[in-house]
């Protein structure tokens, strides 16, 4: 009996091996959990993964075996091992590596994951993948020794086919996870949140027919409020398969018949169909059948449009009482990663008046977008291009472009998503123009029916705040983050501003705020007290009142969430303090403020 479980790799991987085409709605497919206890090996030197000539081993001809591999396959009791899985530490998966060890508080480098587990299939015939919810950052995956692949990008899924791989016993799963930062990264070296590193979601394995419904498109056609238009693509069809869509609640009950490549495309109308909005955030059951498999989602339909200033939702003009977030569990200083998590956040945003979202800065867990569905609250999704990415870099772009493909694959069935948004304060130029309408065609040519925004700034000149970013042309919303009365700009005058929008469009602001120790109090001149952040929050709502064409705001931010940027003892000791809730989850005099002018406004738009 081998003692250890390690890494063999058995072929020669070219460089960059993608993950496959990803597999969608995997809560109502035949699963495995492989979420649990796993061990780990700290690395930071990568030493199981570089020569000492440093040469990745997985990708040596000569010596296709990782450094960790070579000292174990033997029986030999002479043999150098210098390492132990099995006697390793361990981590609970998902969740981050910082807030489970003390000392892997700040670490960002590469740690190895293991787990072993027994497999039986329900049939010979059938096909098994392994499903990844997010690993921040990269990791290199493999399975009794087999490369599976890489995956760059922390916040979106991914699956590899191990079919030919899993056993009915002691398979072993070993993944290389690396946190480390970099500058062609998305996002690149700098942000203002903390690199939670880790499995930091589900894993399971994923059983399917040998020809299975991979993905599917269902929702209302653009400008088309009666009909119900989409595809439905299979995976592996050999002939013309025959599908069936239905709808039991509308009366629909549609054959399809598949093209060449798998994929069948449909337009049902529908006139008696029960809108999604915020009001009753109706979900049909949609059932779809094949010979070999019934696949459910359950799946809201609404239109979404913008007509000069308004966004028009089922065709009324609404305004976007939101709030951001960030996926973190501050009471519990971690990432979020399960359904409990999003309940706390957007039953405060309910508390707070909100019918809106922004999940910042980057593509959260799917738990979110299922509850913010059912919940009846709208959606901003976007991808982590913050601050300075490497614009002029063609790897950063198709790695941001990917990263983009995988959370509008796994999220365009949720009639919450109401807005795609590409990026979060990037400085103007021509190489970021160029990125960004790449991005923005990209996601139109992947969906067309919803908004495309992203987070622009403002500028200041000659009394006015002015926003003018060329990127504006290409948004069906202008958004721009404005911080009036923290990073510069009096208070007094706020609500006298006068600004200058370039465009005849939706305005929303995506963030305003300033930061409140939860507990401090003073008087409206003192920073960091709840009494300044009340007063701020007073006088920019009166502000941004008058700005024109304004049709939403998402206030920075819902709760304290850790950064390590926020160094100031007592204050902030490594939190951002600009939670209208406190990590203790303790509202601060500002959550009220922001709750009255929600309360206000839901009635003017009644
Ligand atoms: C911003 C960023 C956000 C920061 C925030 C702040 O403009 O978009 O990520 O956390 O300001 O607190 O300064």
């Known amino acids: 009996m081998f003692k250890y479980f390690l890494l063999k790799i058995l072929f020669f991987i070219p460089l960059i091996s993608l993950s496959q085409d990803l597999i969608?709605?995997?809560?109502?497919?035949?699963?495995?959990?492989?979420?649990?206890?796993?061990?780990?090996?700290?690395?930071?030197?990568?030493?199981?993964?570089?020569?000492?000539?440093?040469?990745?081993?997985?990708?040596?001809?000569?010596?296709?075996?990782?450094?960790?591999?070579?000292?174990?396959?033997?029986?030999?009791?002479?043999?150098?091992?210098?390492?132990?899985?099995?006697?390793?530490?361990?981590?609970?998966?998902?969740?981050?590596?910082?807030?489970?060890?003390?000392?892997?508080?700040?670490?960002?480098?590469?740690?190895?994951?293991?787990?072993?587990?027994?497999?039986?299939?329900?049939?010979?015939?059938?096909?098994?993948?392994?499903?990844?919810?997010?690993?921040?950052?990269?990791?290199?995956?493999?399975?009794?020794?087999?490369?599976?692949?890489?995956?760059?990008?922390?916040?979106?899924?991914?699956?590899?086919?191990?079919?030919?791989?899993?056993?009915?016993?002691?398979n072993y799963l070993v993944i290389k996870v690396d946190n480390k930062r970099f500058k062609e990264a998305i996002p690149t070296i700098n942000t203002d949140w903390w690199n939670y590193g880790g499995i930091t979601r589900d894993v399971k394995i994923i059983e399917e027919p040998a020809t299975f419904i991979q993905d599917?498109?269902?929702?209302?056609?653009?400008?088309?409020?009666?009909?119900?238009?989409?595809?439905?693509?299979?995976?592996?069809?050999?002939?013309?398969?025959?599908?069936t869509l239905s709808i039991p609640e509308l009366k629909i009950n549609q054959e399809l018949i598949t093209n060449e490549n798998g994929i069948a495309?449909?337009?049902?109308?529908?006139?008696?169909?029960?809108?999604?909005?915020?009001?009753?955030?109706?979900l049909y059951d949609v059932y779809i059948k094949t010979e070999y498999q019934t696949l459910k989602d359950e799946i809201g339909f609404r239109t979404i449009e913008t007509n000069g200033p308004d966004i028009l939702l089922n065709g009324k003009s609404i305004f976007l009482r939101g709030i951001c977030i960030h996926e973190e569990n501050a009471m519990r200083g971690a990432r979020a990663y399960n359904d409990a998590d999003a309940l706390v956040a957007l039953t405060w945003a309910k508390e707070l008046g909100c019918n809106y979202v922004r999940l910042a800065h980057y593509p959260h867990n799917e738990y979110m977008v299922k509850l913010a569905d059912k919940m009846g609250i709208m959606v901003w999704e976007e991808i982590p291009v913050y601050w300075t990415v490497d614009f002029t870099?063609?790897?950063?772009?198709?790695?941001?472009?990917?990263?983009?493909?995988?959370?509008?694959?796994?999220?365009?069935?949720?009639?919450?998503?109401i807005i795609w948004s590409m990026a979060n304060e990037t400085?103007?130029?021509?190489?970021?123009?160029?990125?960004?309408?790449?991005?923005?065609?990209?996601?139109?040519?992947?969906?067309?029916?919803?908004?495309?925004?992203?987070?622009?700034?403002?500028?200041?000149?000659?009394?006015?705040?002015?926003?003018?970013?060329?990127?504006?042309?290409?948004?069906?919303?202008?958004?721009?983050?404005?911080?009036?009365?923290?990073?510069?700009?009096?208070?007094?005058?706020?609500?006298?501003?006068?600004?200058?929008i370039k465009f005849n469009k939706p305005v929303v602001i995506s963030e305003f705020g300033g930061g409140a120790l939860q507990g401090l109090h003073g008087t409206i001149d003192e920073r960091w007290t709840e009494e300044y952040q009340e007063y701020l929050y007073q006088q920019n709502l009166k502000m941004i009142e008058k700005i024109p064409n304004i049709r939403g705001t998402s206030p920075?931010?819902?709760?304290?969430?850790?950064?390590?940027?926020?160094?100031?003892?007592?204050?902030?000791?490594?939190?951002?303090?600009?939670?209208?809730?406190?990590?203790?989850?303790?509202?601060?005099?500002?959550?009220?403020?922001?709750?009255?002018?929600?309360?206000?406004?839901e009635k003017q738009y009644r």
């Open 216 to 243: 599917y498109f269902i929702q209302l056609k653009k400008d088309s409020p009666k009909i119900i238009s989409g595809s439905i693509q299979l995976n592996n069809s050999t002939k013309k398969e025959k599908i």
């Open 556 to 601: 920075w931010i819902l709760n304290d969430f850790r950064s390590p940027k926020r160094v100031l003892p007592v204050i902030q000791d490594g939190w951002n303090r600009k939670g209208l809730i406190s990590n203790h989850g303790i509202k601060k005099k500002a959550f009220f403020t922001v709750k009255d002018f929600y309360n206000k406004i």
């Open 24 to 170: 969608t709605n995997t809560f109502n497919r035949d699963t495995k959990s492989l979420n649990g206890t796993w061990h780990y090996i700290v690395d930071p030197y990568e030493t199981g993964y570089y020569n000492y000539r440093y040469k990745p081993y997985d990708q040596l001809k000569e010596n296709n075996n990782s450094a960790f591999y070579n000292n174990y396959h033997t029986d030999n009791k002479m043999a150098l091992v210098e390492y132990d899985f099995d006697k390793s530490p361990t981590l609970t998966v998902p969740g981050d590596w910082n807030s489970q060890a003390e000392k892997l508080f700040y670490y960002e480098g590469t740690i190895w994951y293991k787990r072993s587990f027994d497999y039986t299939t329900t049939s010979k015939s059938n096909r098994q993948f392994i499903y990844f919810g997010a690993i921040n950052y990269k990791a290199e995956v493999y399975l009794n020794g087999i490369k599976l692949g890489t995956h760059e990008g922390g916040f979106t899924p991914f699956n590899f086919e191990i079919t030919s791989i899993v056993k009915p016993t002691d």
């Open 427 to 500: 400085p103007p130029s021509t190489p970021r123009n160029v990125f960004l309408k790449e991005l923005i065609l990209h996601t139109k040519s992947m969906d067309s029916s919803r908004l495309i925004s992203a987070a622009l700034e403002k500028h200041y000149k000659d009394g006015f705040n002015i926003v003018d970013d060329e990127i504006g042309n290409y948004l069906d919303i202008v958004a721009f983050n404005q911080y009036t009365g923290w990073y510069g700009g009096s208070l007094e005058n706020a609500p006298d501003m006068k600004w200058d």
């Open 393 to 417: 870099n063609k790897n950063s772009l198709d790695n941001a472009k990917n990263q983009l493909t995988e959370a509008i694959t796994r999220d365009k069935n949720r009639a919450s998503i």
């Open 265 to 282: 495309v449909f337009e049902i109308v529908s006139k008696k169909i029960n809108y999604w909005s915020p009001n009753s955030p109706k």
